[in-house]
């Protein structure tokens, strides 16, 4: 284990000399960054640490997938390899963890431990290859594969709704919605063939147009239920949800365009660290569409006409 | 029709296609032959658009990627798709609707499996389905054979026939000579990057020495088996 962990420390330096940076430089930046957006979130932004729970919840997903828990598995004695994945992902949780004790929220740090291991756990019962029933077929891939990878994670999510509801907790509903969103946004993280582009008769704007529609139909459908929830519950804050619903859907716009600006690659450090920015910051979406958009066109024209 | 002019391509100083100069015809099949890495892959993503290429590519309907299915060696598949998903992606993307899938499934897959853990023939017929539904005007198969059951091949020679009786141009690319004597009216030998040899249905034992003289010439005597 202690050999993997060595080797994903040159992986991620390798990274940031790539990317042009030093990487002790990047790593002090990043922990400053992390630090100073952290301060600033929970100073200037109402239900901060729902938020700031949702953002670690979300990069711990972004830890694992199949392939690299079948080479983890097939490579490492026992349970090694799948200890390897649960200890990455408390890696990740760690600065969020040592910052939300830092303001005194136990119980959403107890909770988000809770929520990454039993999501982590559940996983293995679901790993199979017989195929998962989606609604999602008419249109497949983004929402088709990536519901069969997550709805694992939908579950528990639901679930929280259901206790936003029972212990009349208004900010949890909310934190329950913007973590499906956060979920729909990481079904857009696999990168396809550049087949699968090439064979859309579409121009590029039609493309982009036509995966942006699907992705908030399909969104949408998934918070629905959590949706009416708090429409019904709380309708005197009906706006108040319905602006964090339109933020969610502008950043899950947002990124996949920034995906396909990217494309045939995948989003590269800056850019992510870009969106991230606007998570405290979500109005600057306004101007980070359009030039991830203009990127996306760019990069697209190879493939469509 | 497909007209490539002076057709070239380079991976930096590399050359890996020379002025190729070719029309390919409504209601007919081309034969694309050669060693590993002649250009034929590179011959069939050019036309497909998927690489930079310098000369010109025309064809009667514009663009030709709309009207163009390309079958690749190794298909791309999703972990978790199926096999029925992935031909309703096709239809989406072509703006075709999909219908009575299970009636054209003629290769019996098991369509709602992931498609990702289907053996290579499988996922080769299931890629093939795939353009086929998709009803194209061209077609381009790059080694449809390979990986693929006995019959299985019957069956792909048959729909290239087919496709051929309904004024379909399609391109195939094979190491199996065979299936091109069955299929192709005409057949382009590409070596270096450069046509080599292009011969019609009646001289196509012109070629097939051609490859036996330069492909294998003297190779075998030099295993001296005993």
Same mark, same amino acid.
């Given at each position: 284990m202690k050999y993997y962990f060595q080797l994903q420390t040159i992986f991620w330096s390798r990274r940031f000399r790539e990317a042009g940076f030093n990487p002790l430089f990047a790593a002090i930046f990043l922990v400053s960054i992390f630090v100073g957006a952290s301060f600033f979130l929970f100073k200037y932004v109402d239900r901060a640490p729902y938020i700031f729970s949702g953002i670690a919840f979300f990069l711990t997903t972004l830890t694992s997938n199949k392939s690299k828990s079948d080479f983890l598995s097939s490579t490492f004695k026992d349970t090694l390899g799948k200890q390897i994945e649960l200890a990455e992902k408390m890696l990740v949780l760690t600065p969020f963890v040592v910052f939300l004790l830092c303001k005194l929220e136990f119980i959403l740090t107890g909770s988000l431990i809770l929520i990454t291991c039993t999501s982590f756990l559940m996983r293995f019962g679901f790993s199979g290859d017989k195929s998962i029933p989606t609604p999602?077929? =008419?249109?497949?891939f983004e929402f088709a594969v990536g519901f069969r990878r997550l709805f694992w994670l939908l579950l528990p999510i639901y679930g929280l709704t259901c206790i936003a509801m029972m212990y009349d907790n208004y900010n949890l509903g909310v934190f329950s919605l913007l973590a499906v969103i956060a979920v729909v946004i990481n079904f857009y993280n696999e990168v396809e063939d550049e087949l699968f582009v090439w064979n859309?008769? =579409?121009?590029v704007n039609q493309f982009l147009g036509y995966k942006i529609r699907i992705g908030l139909i399909y969104a949408t459908s998934l918070v629905l239920p959590i949706l009416i929830a708090l429409l019904v519950f709380y309708l005197s804050n009906w706006w108040v949800t319905l602006a964090f619903l339109v933020v969610g859907l502008a950043f899950l716009s947002t990124y996949i365009v920034a995906k396909y600006a990217a494309f045939p690659q995948r989003i590269n450090f800056v850019d992510g660290l870009v969106i991230m920015i606007c998570?405290?910051?979500?109005?600057l979406l306004i101007f980070i569409f359009p030039y991830f958009y203009g990127r996306a066109k760019n990069a697209l024209t190879v493939f469509l006409q | 029709m497909i007209t490539l002019s002076n057709l070239s391509k380079s991976y930096d100083s590399n050359l890996?296609? =020379?002025n190729i100069q070719l029309t390919f015809q409504s209601g007919k099949v081309y034969g694309i032959v050669g060693e590993n890495g002649a250009g034929k892959t590179t011959l069939f993503k050019c036309i497909a658009g998927l690489e930079n290429y310098a000369g010109t590519i025309e064809s009667d309907?514009?663009?030709?990627k709309n009207h163009l299915g390309l079958l690749l060696t190794e298909p791309f598949y999703f972990d978790r798709i199926t096999g029925r998903e992935y031909l309703q992606l096709m239809c989406n993307a072509r703006m075709v609707e999909l219908k009575q899938v299970d009636a054209k499934n003629i290769f019996d897959l098991?369509?709602?499996?992931?498609?990702?853990?289907?053996?290579t023939g499988m996922k080769k017929k299931l890629a093939l389905l795939g353009i086929l539904v998709q009803n194209n005007q061209y077609y381009i198969f790059d080694?449809?054979?390979?990986?693929?059951?006995i019959h299985s091949n019957m069956l792909i020679t048959e729909i290239i026939l087919k496709l051929k009786q309904l004024g379909k141009t399609v391109l195939v690319s094979s190491h199996i000579f065979s299936t091109l004597r069955d299929t192709c009216d005409e057949i382009i030998l590409l070596k270096n990057g450069e046509i080599a040899q292009q011969v019609d249905a009646d001289s196509f034992d012109l070629v097939e020495n051609e490859m036996k003289k330069?492909?294998?010439?003297?190779k075998i005597e030099q295993l001296e088996l005993k």
């Open positions: 999602f077929s =008419k249109h497949p859309f008769s =579409k121009s998570i405290p910051l979500p109005v | 890996v296609l =020379k309907l514009i663009p030709l098991p369509l709602d499996q992931y498609a990702s853990t289907y053996s080694e449809p054979y390979n990986g693929v059951d330069t492909m294998i010439g003297n």
